[in-house]
């Protein structure tokens, strides 16, 4: 089952396959990307969202100011 987060207005889906995470960009067709990052495996599932803000805090603007876990 994917994690989902809004990372700065782009969403952002998360698996755990084995001992690493993958990630994927969501397509409004229901197909899916491979992400252009890597997780690394020693990242905590409770600590993804400040990963991804750590990685991602550029692309953070007024209407997204934060990564948030979605549904």
Do not use: C, S
Request: charged share 30%; proline share 7%.
């Amino acid at each position: 089952m994917a994690l989902k987060f809004n990372v700065f207005g782009t969403r952002v889906h998360i698996e755990r396959q084995g001992k690493q995470w993958t990630a994927f960009y969501p397509g409004a067709d229901g197909k899916r990307r491979p992400a252009d990052f890597v997780i690394p495996h020693d990242v905590d599932e409770g600590d993804l969202a400040l990963y991804l803000g750590d990685l991602f805090h550029e692309d953070a603007r007024p209407a997204y100011p934060e990564v948030v876990r979605v549904a």
